[in-house]
């Protein structure tokens, strides 16, 4: 059946008017079931397909088709003759890869999520989070054209303040801000956004604007910009309560922004120029396989790993093997560096007292009594005995927190090396003073080799791939030997 009037709203929507690949364009196709909505995006598709450089096509309407489609996406982009099993990266991975992927383009591009039914209701088994697999920019536009359109309801100047100003159009200015901030978070407005999409009734569309002005805009705090140097008031200055902890999260979040995850290449930028490191590591692994009772085995993983992952056991398991993957290596020198597990000691340095999980210091007698200085750590370290702690509000945000103390400490890094262990997961990590960035996970006792690289990268190391700029660290060394 020809419907050539939907087929032309659909090319003027997605087509016409385009100049580059920043005009982004979103577009929803409502109808009932069977009414023939993927037929008219397809022949969309077919008619127009050597307009883009790139399409994809994504089954919505599962989560385990939601799943494959993206790990499929994703190794095409970014691994295209891998024989490896897909699963060997996470969604969350895979997903934060594509939309990455999507905001670097400069050809047009075409993202189809077909079949999804279900994006207004988070309770429903079949429901899709759109703000999860959508690239932002697009949405980060159509979130400001909707905050303006709100702002013009008059309406918006009738209705009472949530935070204490004069009214909802106050909050509407100050979300407007946020939103247009290089630090956007799309999972602020993502529920907003989908109840207007859905055309649900005007009540809760309301109670949705409220949500997100309350959620995005208190409590006050300084904004943010971006600077080469620490802030001058930062997360250091905030005590360590649960009382608190919001607030924390929020300016940490600012300190931080942006964050990425499953950044391709990671291990080869940070870790390939370490001489020696691959064929060490490679040695050294081996030996962690022979003998009788070996540390490492390919069907169960490592020797000795603690069951339920908890803190102090896997701290204790993590210092002794280190020692025992610098015996395999070189069996007669002592290593000067060495790991810090101190977790409830605090270290000297911050307003607040900080606590440190796990790091490495240049310090062959540091043990659990030492005390040490953030101007000491080399490398820092977050511990969760959960797996699904690998998240911004959980772990990475803990981890920002120790580079912040290590940045602002040390005057001559320019940037900080660290990682985080949920569970068995492991994650490496690069914060400078604008942000992070972090590599894909994985399981170190599926992947052992990649645990021992890690390991030994980070004790040998020199100071320019640790992050210290060399000629200040040069000076600031020879005013202390002077002194």
């Not at 608190?244 to 990671?266: I, Q, T």
């Not at 001559?412 to 090396?417: A, K, Q």
Request: charge should be negative.
């Amino acid at each position: 059946m020809s419907r050539p009037h939907l087929h032309r709203q659909i090319k003027e929507q997605l087509h016409d008017g385009i100049q580059d690949a920043i005009d982004t364009r979103i577009l929803a196709v409502q109808g009932l079931g069977g009414s023939g909505k993927s037929q008219l995006v397809l022949d969309y598709v077919r008619k127009y397909r050597e307009d883009y450089s790139t399409i994809f096509w994504v089954e919505a309407g599962q989560k385990e088709s939601i799943d494959r489609d993206y790990l499929q996406i994703h190794r095409l982009l970014f691994d295209p003759i891998s024989v490896t099993r897909l699963d060997t990266v996470s969604i969350e991975d895979a997903v934060a890869a594509v939309k990455r992927w999507f905001h670097g383009q400069t050809e047009r591009s075409l993202l189809v999520l077909d079949s999804a039914d279900v994006i207004d209701d988070d309770d429903n088994e079949s429901y899709i989070n759109l703000a999860f697999l959508t690239p932002f920019l697009g949405v980060q536009n159509l979130a400001l054209d909707l905050i303006s359109a709100l702002q013009i309801l008059p309406a918006s100047r009738l209705l009472c303040s949530r935070n204490g100003g004069k009214n909802l159009f106050g909050d509407l200015s100050r979300l407007n801000s946020i939103v247009n901030s290089d630090g956007f978070d799309i999972e602020r407005i993502g529920p907003l956004l989908q109840a207007v999409l859905s055309n649900e009734p005007d009540d809760l569309i309301r109670d949705k604007v409220y949500a997100t002005v309350t959620e995005s805009t208190s409590p006050p705090r300084p904004i943010s910009s971006i600077q080469q140097t620490p802030w001058h008031r930062n997360t250091s200055s905030f005590a360590n309560s649960s009382e608190h902890r919001k607030y924390v999260d929020d300016v940490l979040k600012e300190e931080l922004v942006p964050m990425y995850v499953a950044v391709p290449g990671f291990f080869e930028a940070f870790f390939g120029k370490v001489a020696g490191l691959e064929p060490a590591a490679k040695a050294v692994f081996e030996k962690c396989k022979e003998e009788d009772n070996p540390l490492y085995q390919e069907e169960s993983g490592w020797r000795s790993w603690p069951e339920g992952a908890k803190e102090r056991d896997v701290l204790s398991w993590f210092a002794q093997l280190t020692g025992q993957l610098l015996d395999f290596h070189q069996p007669t020198s002592r290593a000067r560096r060495r790991p810090l597990t101190q977790p409830h000691q605090p270290l000297q340095g911050s307003t607040a007292e900080r606590k440190l999980d796990v790091g490495f210091v240049d310090d062959p007698n540091a043990g659990v009594d030492s005390k040490c200085h953030w101007s000491q750590i080399l490398v820092s370290g977050e511990l969760k005995s959960n797996p699904s702690a690998d998240t911004v509000s959980k772990a990475w945000l803990d981890l920002g927190r120790y580079a912040r103390e290590v940045l602002a400490a040390q005057d001559s890094r320019r940037f900080v090396l660290g990682f985080t262990l949920c569970g068995s997961l492991m994650r490496l990590w690069e914060f400078d003073r604008l942000g992070g960035i972090a590599s894909t996970r994985f399981d170190i006792n599926q992947e052992g080799l990649q645990f021992v690289s890690a390991v030994l990268g980070f004790l040998w190391m020199n100071e320019e791939q640790l992050g210290f700029d060399p000629k200040q660290h040069r000076r600031t060394e020879a005013i202390l030997k002077l002194h």
